[in-house]
């Protein structure tokens, strides 16, 4: 197996770790080719991946003091990735809730509701982050950006009816990763209801 790359030895990570300018440059150097490719693998798109992968980079360089062990940061830039990959997923599932959404009343929602909408949310979000990659871009593409079928089909180079079938794959196996955590988000969600119901309202507690 052909390994191009390798990341950062200890000794050097420690270096930028004590403030050697040069040392931190050449971590942030070596490690974006790993970085870029946990983001090609956890992202939706090429330009979200993109992002994600600078934006870690970013982090790596601001708060490389705040990496406990020298040899964590591999799996370090690894969770960071996935969380920006996610937070990406969260923001889409969330702008696409805003725009299909009806027009409502000028009643703001109650603290329940609003809790329990944002644990949907994450819980879709997160759902959709698991799916595989191809399945991941199709649906993102197609269910939460709303492109048309003959665009998707299109960016990710498929036939209409490969792009379908795969469509079709992505969304049974987020109905069915969504099915298997229904009981633990209905737990969530009892809980969540009675936190919102002790909230106090306009900051004056309840008798």
């Given at each position: 197996?052909?390994?191009?790359?390798?990341?950062?030895?200890?000794?050097?990570?420690?270096?930028?770790?004590?403030?050697?300018?040069?040392?931190?440059?050449?971590?942030?150097?070596?490690?974006?080719?790993?970085?870029?490719?946990?983001?090609?693998?956890?992202?939706?798109?090429?330009?979200?991946?993109?992002?994600?992968?600078?934006?870690?980079?970013?982090?790596?360089?601001?708060?490389?003091?705040?990496?406990?062990?020298?040899?964590?940061?591999?799996?370090?830039?690894?969770?960071?990735?996935?969380?920006?990959?996610?937070?990406?997923?969260?923001?889409?599932?969330?702008?696409?809730?805003?725009a299909t959404a009806e027009p409502q009343a000028t009643a703001e929602p109650s603290a329940e509701d609003a809790v329990l909408h944002r644990l949907e949310a994450e819980r879709i979000a997160a759902a959709v982050s698991a799916?595989?990659?191809?399945?991941?871009?199709?649906?993102?593409?197609?269910?939460?950006?709303?492109?048309?079928?003959?665009?998707?089909?299109?960016?990710?180079?498929?036939?209409?009816?490969?792009?379908?079938?795969?469509?079709?794959?992505?969304?049974?196996?987020?109905?069915?990763?969504?099915?298997?955590?229904?009981?633990?988000?209905?737990?969530?969600?009892?809980?969540?209801?009675?936190?919102?119901?002790?909230?106090?309202?306009?900051?004056?507690?309840?008798?």
């Amino acid at each position: 197996m052909n390994q191009r790359f390798t990341w950062p030895d200890e000794r050097l990570i420690k270096a930028a770790q004590d403030g050697d300018v040069t040392s931190l440059t050449t971590v942030v150097m070596e490690s974006q080719p790993h970085v870029r490719r946990f983001a090609i693998s956890l992202c939706s798109s090429p330009q979200d991946a993109e992002d994600a992968a600078q934006e870690a980079l970013i982090i790596l360089y601001r708060k490389i003091g705040t990496l406990r062990a020298t040899g964590a940061l591999a799996s370090w830039m690894f969770r960071i990735v996935r969380n920006e990959c996610l937070r990406q997923v969260r923001l889409l599932v969330s702008q696409n809730d805003e725009a299909t959404a009806e027009p409502q009343a000028t009643a703001e929602p109650s603290a329940e509701d609003a809790v329990l909408h944002r644990l949907e949310a994450e819980r879709i979000a997160a759902a959709v982050s698991a799916l595989p990659r191809d399945q991941r871009q199709v649906l993102i593409m197609r269910d939460v950006q709303g492109l048309p079928s003959k665009t998707v089909a299109h960016s990710l180079g498929l036939s209409s009816a490969a792009m379908k079938s795969r469509l079709h794959r992505a969304r049974a196996a987020l109905r069915h990763s969504l099915a298997v955590t229904d009981q633990p988000l209905g737990q969530a969600a009892d809980e969540a209801r009675d936190q919102a119901i002790d909230q106090p309202v306009g900051g004056v507690s309840r008798p």
